[in-house]
């Protein structure tokens, strides 16, 4: 009893209790390690009368190959049996090696050897071919010897009617002989081994207190928030607490705590808004689910006995302050304001994910996420403290305000919108004086900035963030930094959002390393990317400190546009999709001009030769994009396109059966076409049918949205970074094909062209917090070509 529980001891804890067991075993082998020679009855003496078992002779050791010699005689036929058992840390009574035999003549004394092989991981040193040792406690050899009853062969140690055991002596590990090699490995393999032959293995960590947000998150008040998944405890002894704690919810303890800061900046704008939300595997709310009303109350659902139950919370929170919401659950209560259900509580927190705001079916909150911490076994006392913002806040309604007052004095009365970004542009031109000779970030910049940043100017959150961030004309202020970024963040700013994903992909400056955090805001401009690409300018991928790229640059008095444009007047079609290109996306230096480019689009599909130049004015036709809507026109020019072989004309096909015509069937069987031909268009729409259930044979096959990802899809990757919630590869290239950065680059690049160095350095340092290694290499480049180096001495 004292071993099995020291080895009990063993299973709950790790390292440090390997070495006290080591010696108490000791002890105790030392103590018990006596030789056993006599036999043990276990029947009425007239059963046992002429039976006998004994060794004739037994090693002393552990050695295979050993010889056991046993003496024996039998009243009649019985069976008899060798066995060796090994004890461990983990386990006693280990049979590793048995022999059996059957003895037919009675009351004769015979003599049967027995040759021991034992298994390498008992008898032999570790190496390269015997990688899994037993760490052998004890080795013990036993006998026994039973008479078959009524005909049956079963027998036993335990129930044999005379046994016999001897402890044998343990080799150190140290001292075991070593294994005649099976083969030669090869020089890398063997390097290896001996590289990791001597590591020691420790057991990780686990406890039953999570911190499911550490940094702050903005939230925008859209579906865009934080996935968190637990995995079941690898300890088994936790395991097995939560298992009973959720079967049974009635522990010592609370059974679950949950322990949330929120800053709200605004009431929910819908009926309800997300702060925790559970979605288990069958895609269904589980327990916990907190929400905001849009009076400012809190409601909360759990699910009973199958059934969902809520309760709302008889308070109304403020706005502009940090709260903290402690939540209990114990047995069939809710400790939030006290709540008792007439059933029992379901709860299993590995069963789906948990989301922190946003997500999939439900808006999150406008302001911010604390930390949050989840005590998988309840806590009674939570402390926590995070305030950072609140300081900014309260600036916007007070002191900044004064800058703004003595501004408006001297600019008049302006409306919102045009007063953030007169002020933004006031804070820049301070910046730079006018003879710009050198860059200097004043006191009067920095509360220009803060004022354009408190009327919802979130470049001038950006760029404060990058001024205490970067030591950009001041001493960096990661605190700071960290506020502005979020207030951009918060404010839905595309570049802003950018930024913390980047910081929080990278890990960099104060931000820690979190992929799921990168993903909540990566989502959220990957979706406003998908929504208004004709809106948006091409990224051009145009280095400053490369001539050749910016020999590439035109204008429309230079002999290479002239030379196209002459080229597109005679008819030559790829001119003409030329000029349409650079003119509808803004490329090459060109100026956006949306209806020149779809004059250009119709003369090279009316010339009925290119299926590519048909479907591209098919599509500005039906979509009515520079053009007076027309889908009889647009139908018949995509129906030609897929007839001379256009895949894309196909996914057109499906787009104008499934949303003009309302025919599903003939729509996925276009899409369909198109995914099979490699379409990234046609695999997401296809995808789409199969989620939204419109599929009429295959209604829940989504592995479309991956596919399509993988070919640069925008809205596919966003779907499918969501699906895997590690899609952040996907879902930061969508963010790098955002027009909105490409208008920044292109404004940036316009004004390097035009000499105004100073405002590209500006555009390009914005775009570069964003992550686009284009604009961090042009925002170098300026460094040093403009001496901005000034800035800070680090900077030199």
Same mark, same amino acid.
Not at 266 to 282: A, T
Not at 695 to 719: C, I, M, T, Y
């Given at each position: 009893?004292?071993?099995?529980?020291?080895?009990?001891?063993?299973?709950?804890?790790?390292?440090?209790?390997?070495?006290?067991?080591?010696?108490?075993?000791?002890?105790?082998?030392?103590?018990?390690?006596?030789?056993?020679?006599?036999?043990?009855?276990?029947?009425?003496?007239?059963?046992?009368?002429?039976?006998?078992?004994?060794?004739?002779?037994?090693?002393?050791?552990?050695?295979?190959?050993?010889? *056991? %010699?046993?003496?024996?005689? #039998?009243?009649?036929?019985?069976? /008899?049996?060798?066995?060796?058992?090994? @004890?461990? =840390? $983990?386990?006693?009574?280990?049979?590793?090696?048995?022999?059996?035999?059957?003895?037919?003549?009675?009351?004769?004394?015979?003599?049967?050897?027995?040759?021991?092989?034992?298994?390498?991981?008992?008898?032999?040193?570790?190496?390269?071919?015997?990688?899994?040792?037993?760490?052998?406690?004890?080795?013990? *050899? %036993?006998?026994?010897?039973? #008479?078959?009853?009524?005909?049956? /062969?079963?027998?036993?140690?335990?129930? @044999?009617? =005379? $046994?016999?055991?001897?402890?044998?002596?343990?080799?150190?590990?140290?001292?075991?002989?070593?294994?005649?090699?099976?083969?030669?490995?090869?020089?890398?393999?063997?390097?290896?081994?001996?590289?990791?032959?001597?590591?020691?293995?420790?057991?990780?960590?686990?406890?039953?207190?999570?911190?499911?947000?550490?940094?702050?998150?903005?939230?925008?008040?859209?579906?865009?928030?934080?996935?968190?998944?637990?995995?079941?405890?690898?300890? $088994?002894?936790?395991?097995?607490?939560?298992?009973?704690?959720?079967?049974?919810?009635?522990?010592?303890?609370?059974?679950?705590?949950?322990?949330?800061?929120?800053?709200?900046?605004?009431?929910?704008?819908?009926?309800?808004?997300?702060?925790?939300?559970?979605?288990?595997?069958?895609?269904?709310?589980?327990?916990?689910?907190?929400?905001?009303?849009?009076?400012?109350?809190?409601?909360?659902?759990?699910?009973?006995?199958?059934?969902?139950?809520?309760?709302?919370?008889?308070?109304?929170?403020?706005?502009?302050?940090?709260?903290?919401?402690?939540?209990?659950?114990?047995?069939?209560?809710?400790?939030?304001?006290?709540?008792?259900?007439?059933?029992?509580?379901?709860?299993?927190?590995?069963?789906?994910?948990?989301?922190?705001?946003?997500?999939?079916?439900?808006?999150?909150?406008?302001?911010?996420?604390?930390?949050?911490?989840?005590?998988?076994?309840?806590?009674?006392?939570?402390?926590?403290?995070?305030?950072?913002?609140?300081?900014?806040?309260?600036?916007?309604?007070?002191?900044?305000?004064?800058?703004?007052?003595?501004?408006?004095?001297?600019?008049?009365?302006?409306?919102?919108?045009?007063?953030?970004?007169?002020?933004?542009?006031?804070?820049?031109?301070?910046?730079?004086?006018?003879?710009?000779?050198?860059?200097?970030?004043?006191?009067?910049?920095?509360?220009?900035?803060?004022?354009?940043?408190?009327?919802?100017?979130?470049?001038?959150?950006?760029?404060?963030?990058?001024?205490?961030?970067?030591?950009?004309?001041?001493?960096?202020?990661?605190?700071?930094?960290?506020?502005?970024?979020?207030?951009?963040?918060?404010?839905?700013?595309?570049?802003?959002?950018?930024?913390?994903?980047?910081?929080?992909?990278?890990?960099?400056?104060?931000?820690?390393?979190?992929?799921?955090?990168?993903?909540?805001?990566?989502?959220?401009?990957?979706?406003?990317?998908?929504?208004?690409?004709?809106?948006?300018?091409?990224?051009?991928?145009?280095?400053?400190?490369?001539?050749?790229?910016?020999?590439?640059?035109?204008?429309?008095?230079?002999?290479?546009?002239?030379?196209?444009?002459?080229?597109?007047?005679?008819?030559?079609?790829?001119?003409?999709?030329?000029?349409?290109?650079?003119?509808?996306?803004?490329?090459?230096?060109?100026?956006?001009?949306?209806?020149?480019?779809?004059?250009?689009?119709?003369?090279?599909?009316?010339?009925?030769?290119?299926?590519?130049?048909?479907?591209?004015?098919?599509?500005?036709?039906?979509?009515?994009?520079?053009?007076?809507?027309?889908?009889?026109?647009?139908?018949?020019?995509?129906?030609?396109?897929?007839?001379?072989?256009?895949?894309?004309?196909?996914?057109?096909?499906?787009?104008?059966?499934?949303?003009?015509?309302?025919?599903?069937?003939?729509?996925?069987?276009?899409?369909?076409?198109?995914?099979?031909?490699?379409?990234?268009?046609?695999?997401?729409?296809?995808?789409?049918?199969?989620?939204?259930?419109?599929?009429?044979?295959?209604?829940?096959?989504?592995?479309?949205?991956?596919?399509?990802?993988?070919?640069?899809?925008?809205?596919?990757?966003?779907?499918?970074?969501?699906?895997?919630?590690?899609?952040?590869?996907?879902?930061?290239?969508?963010?790098?094909?955002?027009?909105?950065?490409?208008?920044?680059?292109?404004?940036?690049?316009?004004?390097?062209?035009?000499?105004?160095?100073?405002?590209?350095?500006?555009?390009?340092?914005?775009?570069?917090?964003?992550?686009?290694?284009?604009?961090?290499?042009?925002?170098?480049?300026?460094?040093?070509?403009?001496?901005?180096?000034?800035?800070?001495?680090?900077?030199?």
């Amino acid at each position: 009893f004292p071993y099995k529980a020291l080895i009990c001891l063993r299973e709950k804890h790790c390292t440090l209790a390997c070495f006290y067991l080591n010696s108490l075993n000791f002890f105790f082998h030392f103590t018990q390690g006596q030789s056993v020679l006599q036999s043990i009855p276990t029947h009425s003496d007239e059963m046992l009368r002429d039976n006998y078992i004994g060794f004739d002779s037994v090693p002393d050791k552990v050695v295979d190959g050993s010889v *056991v %010699r046993v003496r024996y005689r #039998c009243s009649r036929p019985c069976r /008899l049996a060798v066995e060796v058992v090994v @004890s461990t =840390l $983990r386990k006693t009574d280990l049979v590793v090696f048995r022999r059996k035999w059957i003895s037919s003549t009675p009351r004769v004394y015979r003599i049967h050897q027995v040759l021991l092989r034992l298994h390498p991981s008992i008898s032999y040193q570790r190496d390269f071919f015997n990688r899994n040792i037993l760490d052998t406690r004890d080795v013990t *050899v %036993r006998a026994w010897l039973d #008479c078959f009853k009524n005909g049956s /062969l079963l027998s036993t140690y335990r129930s @044999s009617m =005379l $046994r016999i055991y001897k402890v044998l002596k343990i080799m150190p590990l140290s001292e075991r002989p070593s294994k005649p090699p099976a083969g030669c490995p090869s020089w890398s393999a063997q390097l290896m081994w001996q590289m990791t032959s001597n590591r020691i293995h420790q057991c990780p960590h686990e406890s039953d207190v999570i911190d499911m947000l550490k940094f702050p998150l903005a939230s925008t008040g859209e579906h865009f928030g934080v996935v968190r998944r637990f995995q079941p405890f690898i300890n $088994r002894a936790l395991e097995r607490a939560q298992m009973i704690c959720q079967i049974m919810f009635h522990c010592l303890v609370f059974s679950v705590t949950l322990s949330v800061w929120i800053y709200l900046l605004k009431w929910c704008h819908q009926k309800l808004c997300g702060i925790i939300h559970h979605v288990d595997r069958k895609i269904l709310y589980n327990s916990i689910l907190m929400q905001l009303t849009d009076t400012g109350g809190l409601r909360q659902l759990v699910l009973t006995g199958g059934e969902d139950e809520a309760f709302r919370a008889g308070v109304v929170l403020p706005l502009w302050t940090w709260i903290r919401l402690d939540c209990y659950i114990q047995d069939s209560k809710w400790y939030l304001i006290s709540f008792r259900f007439q059933g029992s509580i379901h709860y299993d927190d590995t069963d789906g994910y948990f989301g922190i705001g946003g997500g999939k079916f439900i808006p999150g909150i406008h302001g911010f996420f604390g930390p949050i911490k989840y005590y998988r076994f309840g806590n009674k006392e939570i402390f926590a403290l995070f305030k950072t913002l609140i300081k900014y806040c309260m600036n916007c309604r007070g002191d900044i305000l004064y800058s703004l007052h003595s501004y408006l004095f001297s600019v008049g009365s302006l409306g919102m919108k045009h007063l953030r970004s007169t002020l933004f542009e006031e804070a820049i031109g301070t910046v730079f004086p006018v003879d710009k000779s050198q860059m200097k970030i004043t006191s009067k910049s920095v509360s220009l900035l803060q004022v354009s940043s408190c009327f919802g100017n979130h470049k001038a959150s950006l760029l404060l963030a990058t001024i205490h961030l970067s030591f950009l004309g001041q001493p960096a202020n990661q605190q700071q930094g960290h506020v502005y970024s979020l207030i951009g963040a918060s404010g839905d700013d595309r570049f802003a959002l950018m930024h913390a994903g980047y910081k929080h992909t990278q890990g960099i400056d104060g931000f820690p390393k979190d992929m799921d955090m990168a993903y909540s805001y990566y989502s959220n401009v990957g979706a406003q990317s998908s929504t208004d690409l004709s809106n948006q300018s091409t990224l051009e991928s145009i280095y400053l400190n490369n001539e050749e790229d910016l020999n590439s640059l035109i204008d429309e008095t230079s002999d290479v546009f002239q030379y196209v444009k002459y080229q597109a007047e005679r008819g030559d079609i790829e001119s003409q999709k030329r000029m349409g290109t650079m003119l509808y996306w803004g490329q090459n230096g060109l100026s956006k001009d949306v209806a020149a480019a779809v004059k250009w689009f119709e003369r090279s599909a009316m010339q009925m030769k290119d299926p590519s130049a048909m479907y591209d004015y098919s599509i500005l036709l039906m979509k009515g994009h520079g053009v007076k809507r027309n889908y009889t026109r647009g139908f018949q020019l995509l129906e030609k396109a897929a007839a001379m072989g256009s895949i894309d004309a196909l996914n057109g096909l499906g787009w104008y059966h499934g949303l003009v015509l309302k025919d599903h069937r003939n729509a996925v069987k276009y899409f369909e076409q198109a995914a099979l031909n490699g379409s990234e268009d046609g695999m997401f729409n296809l995808g789409i049918y199969h989620l939204s259930g419109k599929n009429p044979d295959r209604p829940w096959k989504d592995e479309q949205f991956l596919n399509a990802s993988r070919l640069g899809h925008v809205a596919a990757s966003v779907e499918a970074a969501w699906y895997l919630s590690t899609g952040k590869a996907f879902i930061s290239l969508v963010c790098e094909q955002n027009g909105h950065l490409g208008f920044m680059i292109r404004e940036a690049l316009q004004a390097y062209l035009q000499g105004t160095q100073q405002e590209a350095f500006v555009k390009y340092v914005l775009a570069a917090e964003t992550g686009l290694g284009l604009a961090q290499s042009n925002t170098a480049h300026l460094c040093e070509v403009c001496n901005f180096n000034a800035l800070h001495p680090s900077l030199n």
